[in-house]
């Protein structure tokens, strides 16, 4: 069984910068593909990063340039550096892992909000 569980979320006026955790609770860490997720009031759920176990990195058309995903598989960690955030960030964010084997069977976070003001 997996558990995920982020942090991280806060407050930060526009330009400003923060960085989320994800811990994964489990086994098989190396081995999960893990997305960063994130959702606006009355919008649908989108993809912002992913990283793979080779630390093979993508991201959204949006982010680009301003986020950073990262992994440190020896502490079964996940992060989201975020620089310059606009209000538009502003979104609950989600961690997601799934392995490629069972691409399927995907466990979430609970997910931490965070605000940018203007």
């Known amino acids: 069984q997996v558990e995920l569980a982020e942090s991280g979320g806060g407050l930060v006026q526009a330009g400003g910068s923060l960085r989320l955790s994800c811990v994964f609770y489990?086994?098989?860490?190396?081995?999960?593909?893990m997305d960063w997720y994130r959702q606006a009031p009355e919008k649908q759920r989108e993809l912002v990063a992913t990283?793979?176990?080779?630390?093979?990195?993508s991201y959204a058309d949006s982010v680009k340039g301003r986020f950073t995903i990262s992994r440190d598989n020896a502490k079964s960690m996940v992060y989201l550096q975020m620089n310059n955030l606009k209000p538009e960030d502003t979104a609950v964010y989600y961690c997601?892992?799934?392995?490629?084997?069972?691409?399927?069977?995907?466990?979430w976070g609970q997910g931490t909000q965070v605000t940018v003001s203007s």
């Open positions: 997601k892992a799934y392995s490629l084997v069972r691409p399927s069977n995907a466990y």
């Open positions: 489990g086994s098989g860490f190396g081995i999960n593909v």
């Open positions: 990283i793979t176990p080779g630390a093979s990195t």
